[in-house]
């Protein structure tokens, strides 16, 4: 039997694109810093479990994101310095 692929996956990569693109800390750090739970956040890059929307609008405020690129993956409206680092 085949294993599924996390529900979630796509966001969780544009999580990790997010935390690589616009820091060097790791998960743990990252989460922190934020104010997230780091085992949460664990689950939210390996898309075991879909980060919720007042997370993505704290991250939002803080580093210039869309909703719309971490959900969906549209990088329209994004400033270009952003499009550059995720």
Known sequence: MAMQEPEFTEIG???????????????????????????QYNNWEKGVRRIPVEAVDRLCDTYGLTMDFVYRGRRDGLADSIKNSV
């Open 13 to 39: 990569q544009r999580l990790a694109r997010i935390r690589t693109g616009l820091s060097d800390l790791s998960q743990k750090a990252w989460a922190e810093k934020h104010g997230f739970n780091p085992t």
